[in-house]
């Protein structure tokens, strides 16, 4: 199970949403507009949204990210994106660095369908193809060494694979992209375990999840640091634009 701290998101995540704009670009919000943010996490960029003079509702299944959106003043609401109920609302669906956690994309794509007026579109970034792999096999590794398994909490498609769930759903795709973009952090890389990966630490008890962090950590090393110390993860993002038609 992930949970979600807002101060130890900020400490740790806050690039997820300064590195979010190029996808804001892609939306091309206008003043007026309704726009739903799928998976909102803090709220950063609606408030960026709302700014731009566009009426926006925010939504993410973690209680504590909607009460740090809600502090912000937004109209934030508790809620899955598998089970969307809106119909016929909003002029725009927005989602960054969130869909990659919802991992029946079908009864997504088909409630933020139901969610837009005739017309609306769907743009959003989230992780794609390849995203964080040598952070993925790391992990993986070091739980075949405990002799442990885990799921992977994780949905990253290739371009065709989503465009094919959008397509099905009835969106026309305008544009699809597989974006490599290798992300410095501001720490090392156990900050980034810590926030983003606790599925496959979870069923540890308490007093082994340091070590195994560590033993990730130090497999990690001679891949994402560099001389100087600097971490960087291995991101590839997945960005796209599709229409609900007249």
Known sequence: MQTWDPQNYRANASFVSE????????????????????GCGDGTL????QGLGCSVVCVDSSSEMISAALSKGLDAHVCDGHTLTYSDRFDAVFSNAALHWMLHPEKVISGVWAALKPGGRFVGEFGGAGNVAAIVEALEAELNNLGIS???PWFFPSPDRYEDLLANAGFEVRRIELIPRPTPLPGDVSGWIRTFAQPFFNSLPDYRK????????????????????????DYVRLRFEAVKPN
């Open 19 to 38: 590195l979010g704009m190029p996808v804001v670009d892609w939306l091309s919000p206008t003043k007026g507009e309704s726009i739903l943010d799928l």
């Open 150 to 152: 885990a799921d992977n």
């Open 210 to 233: 340091d070590a195994f962090i560590t033993a990730v950590v130090e497999r990690l090393q001679p891949i994402l640091c560099d001389a100087s110390g600097n971490w960087t993860a």
């Open 46 to 49: 609606a408030v960026k949204l």
